[in-house]
């Protein structure tokens, strides 16, 4: 079992104040209504950020960019049926068809790394 502090962490800067949560408890980020919306493991949480600068702050984590108003944990995503990707928790999130090519590529290498 992972020790907490071994655990790669994210800080969030929410409405409701400074949060840390663990990555792989992110599902994904989704840009609304000029805010991010963070999907967890316990729940939903809002941030002001721009999506651009939160791919490049998760990429390193194993995150990428279905749809330019997406950030998904490649390690949440459970599959990809036509343009829909299916996550662990059974949330769907759109694949765009400009992105669906360079995104499947991305979980492919992502998930052979992990064997």
């Known amino acids: 079992m992972e020790k907490e502090s071994e655990r790669p962490m994210a800080e969030l800067f929410t409405k409701a104040g400074r949060i840390r949560i663990a ?3 992110i599902y994904y980020f989704e840009y609304t ?3 991010l919306q963070v999907h967890t493991r316990e729940g939903v949480y809002e941030q002001q950020e721009k999506i651009s600068e939160c791919l ?3 990429r390193p984590y194993g995150f990428a960019m279905p ?3 997406f950030v998904v ?3 949440q995503v459970r599959g ?3 343009y829909d990707i299916t ?3 059974g949330s769907i999130v759109p694949l765009s068809q400009k992105k669906g090519k360079s995104f499947r590529e991305e979980l492919g ?3 052979a790394g992990r064997m």
Request: aromatic share 4%.
């Open 67 to 69: 749809h330019k108003s």
């Open 56 to 58: 490049e702050k998760m």
């Open 109 to 111: 290498l992502f998930l």
């Open 23 to 25: 990555v792989e408890d």
């Open 80 to 82: 990809i049926r036509g």
């Open 33 to 35: 209504s000029r805010m």
């Open 87 to 89: 996550l662990m928790d």
């Open 73 to 75: 944990n490649l390690d």
